[in-house]
C-alpha cells in the first residue's frame, strides 16, 4: 500500500541522494495511520523506558524543541522523543 513519506535529512542538492548515497525508512504507526520516515541512518532500534524521560526544555529552544517532548540519556547518548503527530503535522 502507498503511504507517506517525510524526509528527516537535508538532501543538500536535492537530488534524491543522501550523503551516503543509502536511506532508509522507518515506517510508524500512528492511530490507525501509517506514515515512512526517510532517514539517511539508523543506529538502532530500542525499547525505552518512561521512566527515565526528561524534559527537553532544559537542554532545546522552544523553535529546536517543538517536535521533541522528551529526553532519554540511555549510556553514553542522548535520545530525542518526538511527537510524531506534530512532524507530521508541520
Same mark, same amino acid.
Given at each position: 500500500d502507498p503511504l507517506? #513519506? =517525510? #524526509?528527516?535529512? !537535508? /538532501? &543538500? !542538492?536535492?537530488? &534524491?541522494?543522501?550523503?551516503? +548515497?543509502?536511506?532508509?525508512v522507518v515506517i510508524?504507526?500512528? *492511530?490507525d495511520k501509517k506514515f515512512g520516515f *526517510?532517514? *539517511?541512518q539508523v543506529l538502532s532500534v530500542t525499547d525505552l523506558d518512561p521512566s527515565k524521560f526528561e524534559s527537553p526544555d532544559?537542554? =532545546? $529552544?522552544p !523553535? /529546536? &524543541?517543538t517536535w #521533541? $517532548?522528551?529526553l532519554v540519556k540511555?549510556? !553514553?547518548e542522548v535520545i530525542l522523543v518526538m511527537d510524531l +503527530? /506534530?512532524?507530521i503535522a508541520a
Open positions: 507517506p #513519506v =517525510l #524526509v528527516c535529512f !537535508d /538532501r &543538500g !542538492d536535492k537530488s &534524491g541522494a543522501s550523503a551516503t +548515497n543509502r536511506s532508509y510508524a504507526r500512528i *492511530e *526517510e532517514m *539517511e532544559r537542554w =532545546l $529552544t !523553535d /529546536r &524543541g #521533541v $517532548t522528551h540511555q549510556e !553514553d +503527530n /506534530r512532524a
